[in-house]
Each structure stands twice: as C-alpha cells, then as structure tokens.
C-alpha cells in the first residue's frame, strides 16, 4: 500500500536522471509545479528547455540538495539512482522501472484549482492512463467555480464554529443550489 500525496516543488530543486523523450515528458509537470529542474545524461535531447542541463553519466553526489528525483534511464543507471536516492532519504520515480522506485507518478487530471491523481502502484500505469482519461471526460467543467464557493463555504463555517463534521452535508446543499441556479 502507498501513501498518496501532493508535493510542494515550488523553487525547489529537483534531479531529473535522463536525457531522452521519456524524462522530457516528465519535466513538463515539474517546471509546472514550479520546481527548479537538473537534468543529467551524456545526451540530452535538444527539446529539452528551461531546465539546468549537465551532459555527462549520473554521479550519486548530483542528488545532493534535491528534494526528489525522477529517474528515466536504463534499470542500472535507475538501480544506482535508487541507491544514491536511498542513502539521502530522497524519493525516487524511476520510470517504468517499479523496482527502483519509491515513488509513483499516477494520472493526473487538472480542472481549474482541482488535481486528481490515480495510481495503480506503477503496477499498470496504462491502465491509470485509461482511468485518467475517463476522469476527464465525466468531471464538470466548473469544477474552478466549485472550488470557490466550497473555500468561501469553508471560510464562513470556521468563522461561525460549524464543526468539521457538519461541514460536509452543508457543502453538498450550496453545490445542489449552485447547479439548479445553473440550469
């Protein structure tokens, strides 16, 4: 079983071991996240923009100061990854590598302020690709609106000392309200 969690990235550096299509792929969603981005291979594909690049193999000392990696090269070079990783307490997504990982990415779904995660504990990440997809397709499109009246909602019930187990039934209602205003 994994504990499933969102990580603040903002201004913080992080290592991407990789220098091909896979580890582009993942850069994407970290400099969204606002991390600061190392990228580290003897190659790096020239796609890959915005980021620190050292062209040269994986040295266990490059994790140092990282707040998490990803790991998208060969299993020997995610095996050592994970090794160095291991040894400075940092948790590492290796690609398609389950062995070698600590952490999981799943598919993430992001409407307005909203970010859905699913995971199948990389034990079939087309199958959470498929699940995401899914996902996407059946949430609202207001989920941004719904957000706001439930940080508005929630605001109000702190201020008013409505307690935490009241909260939920009360933001249910104002959700039904808002949507037969709606229609």
């Known amino acids: ?23 582009a792929s993942k ?17 790096i594909d020239p796609s890959i923009a915005n980021v620190e690049k050292v062209e040269r193999a994986f040295r266990p000392y490059d994790l140092d100061g990282k707040w998490f990696v990803v790991s998208a090269a060969t299993p020997e070079v995610n095996r ?19 062995g070698s990982a600590s952490a999981f990415l799943g598919g993430v779904v992001r409407k307005g ?36 009246l439930a940080n508005e909602l929630r605001e ?7 307690p935490l187990g009241e909260r939920r039934p009360l933001l249910l209602q104002a959700l039904n309200d808002l949507y037969r205003r709606q229609q």
């Open 156 to 162: 109000q019930h702190k201020r008013d000392g409505v």
């Open 80 to 98: 050592t990854v994970a090794d160095a990783a291991e040894g400075r307490c940092l948790f590492v997504n290796a690609v398609d590598d389950k």
């Open 27 to 43: 850069i994407a969603g970290l400099l969204e996240a606002g991390a600061v981005v190392t990228v580290i291979a003897p190659r």
């Open 1 to 23: 079983m994994h504990y499933p969690v969102f990580l603040n990235l903002r201004a913080r550096p992080v290592a991407v071991i990789g220098g091909g299509k896979v580890a």
């Open 113 to 148: 302020p909203v970010t859905l995660a699913i995971s199948t504990g990389g034990n079939a990440p087309a199958l959470a690709g498929l699940l995401r997809e899914a996902l996407e397709a059946v949430l609202p499109g207001d989920v941004a609106g719904w957000t706001r």
